[in-house]
């Protein structure tokens, strides 16, 4: 957890997913656990670009290009768009990339699919990777497989994470303790970055 060893997985901070305005709050989810991770994860990011850490910045986009079928048959029953392409709720929420951080583009839950992700992290050689973002149980949980199935130390920042509802994110962070990583808090992981810095 050294920070010349790690870096920092920041996944679909936008708009669509934490702010009022966006999809999810129009459509009535609870977003204080999500909101309330956002506010952590701007201090988190603080922490790695004082250690050194580099911070990869994930966003979803979808368009028509990308929006397959079976893919289309997920979509909210009110029709309403999440994170288009280039509209507002794709923007990131809260926290937001300086301008020499990397953000990858996805359009399915795993960051890994159809992305630059595996090319931008073999290019960083960084073998211990730190998860944080939305939703802990769908898009960070898919995305933290992946990356320890490509034999990564993948390790989850628990109060940096979170879902619609508490149920939802226990049971990811039960998944990525169990079977996929470690789970820490980011004052533990904090810590370990400025002593070690």
Known sequence: MTPDACALIVIDVQNDYCDDQGTFGKLGFHLGAVQAAAERIVHLVEVARRAGVPVVWVKT??????????????????????????????????????????????HRYSAFVGSKLEVVLRTLARPTLVFCGVTTNVCVESTLRDAFMRDYDTVLAEDCAAAFTEREHDGAVHNVRTYFGRV???????GLWATSA
């Not at 079976?70 to 809260?94: H, M, Q, V």
């Not at 820490?184 to 904090?190: L, Q, R």
């Open 184 to 190: 820490a808090d980011s004052a533990t992981i904090a």
């Open 61 to 106: 986009h979808h368009d028509r290009s990308t929006n397959s079928r079976n893919w289309l048959s997920r979509r909210t029953r009110a029709g309403l768009e999440i994170c288009a392409t280039d509209s507002w709720g794709a923007e990131f929420y809260r926290a937001k990339p300086a301008a020499d951080e990397i953000v990858v583009v996805k």
